[in-house]
């Protein structure tokens, strides 16, 4: 599976983006999807994911309330809804799978399989 990852800009503080993440060839085989990002200088980090069985959503402290997860299995894309931006959520972000077969929830980078290549969000103060 290859994802594609893309919406990502230059936006002020308290605007809105929505980050995209395609699978390209086939559909999602994942039932655990995430998105993380890096600062520079900084490790990966989990910012919200997604359990497709089920359902469940996730987020980290520094983005509950402001992020939304999503996933459109017609058009077989993931989403972030990104609003209230902040300047501390500069950084890349990146859409990722769990292994196929699995179904438990992880919020460790290490355990996710697929990556998107990354999109950039800058936040202005």
């Known amino acids: 599976v290859q994802l594609q990852a893309s919406g990502g800009g230059l936006v002020q503080a308290g605007g809105s983006l929505r980050l995209s993440c395609a699978a390209s060839?086939?559909?999602?085989?994942?039932?655990?999807l995430g998105w993380f990002r890096q600062a520079p200088g900084k490790w990966r980090e989990f910012v919200t994911g997604?359990?497709?069985?089920?359902?469940?959503?996730y987020y980290s402290d520094s983005v509950k309330g402001r992020f939304t997860i999503s996933m459109d299995n017609a058009k077989n894309t993931l989403y972030l809804q990104m609003n209230t931006l902040k300047p501390e959520d500069t950084a890349v972000y990146y859409c990722?799978?769990?292994?196929?077969?699995?179904?438990?929830?992880?919020?460790?980078?290490?355990?996710?399989?697929?990556w998107g290549q990354g999109t950039l969000v800058t936040v202005s103060s």
């Open positions: 990722a799978a769990r292994p196929r077969g699995v179904t438990v929830f992880n919020r460790a980078a290490s355990a996710y399989a697929y």
């Open positions: 060839g086939r559909t999602f085989s994942s039932a655990v």
């Open positions: 997604i359990n497709l069985n089920g359902d469940t959503t």
